[in-house]
């Protein structure tokens, strides 16, 4: 069974960083895509960020393009998502997810194609 469990959010003042963790059990595949989405109340969960834990190869969306920054560990059971220069937008709850034995291709900021997901974690940030 795939489980993932997010950790780090937390309340910081516009400007601001924070490193979110994803710890991630259950993968036997050494190629699946792991991506950080965000969902605010009343909208639709947004791709965020995503990785391909065979490889190197990052995707981000626009509105975080330069100052979010997604990475794994060297043994592929954590991900983790550094924020800097976070905005009010940004505040959201985050969540990670994978979609196993997959590459992320163009439709990594498609939700509906993760398998398995975290719970979340919140992220405010203050003006």
């Known amino acids: 069974e795939v489980k993932l469990k997010e950790s780090g959010g937390g309340s910081v003042q516009a400007g601001g960083s924070l490193r979110l963790s994803c710890a991630i059990s259950?993968?036997?595949?050494?190629?699946?895509?792991v991506g950080w989405f965000r969902q605010v109340p009343g909208k639709d969960r947004e791709g965020v960020a995503a990785?391909?834990?065979?490889?190197?190869?990052?995707s981000y969306s626009d509105s975080v393009k330069g100052r979010f920054t997604i990475s794994l560990d060297s043994a592929k059971s954590s991900a983790y998502l550094q924020m800097n220069s976070l905005k009010p937008e940004d505040t959201a709850m985050y969540f990670c997810?994978?979609?196993?034995?997959?590459?992320?291709?163009?439709?990594?900021?498609?939700?509906?194609?993760?398998?398995?997901w975290g719970d979340g974690t919140q992220v405010t940030v203050s003006s």
């Open positions: 990785i391909w834990t065979g490889g190197s190869s990052t």
């Open positions: 259950g993968l036997y595949d050494k190629s699946n895509c």
């Open positions: 997810a994978t979609d196993p034995g997959r590459k992320c291709d163009s439709m990594w900021a498609y939700w509906l194609r993760y398998f398995a």
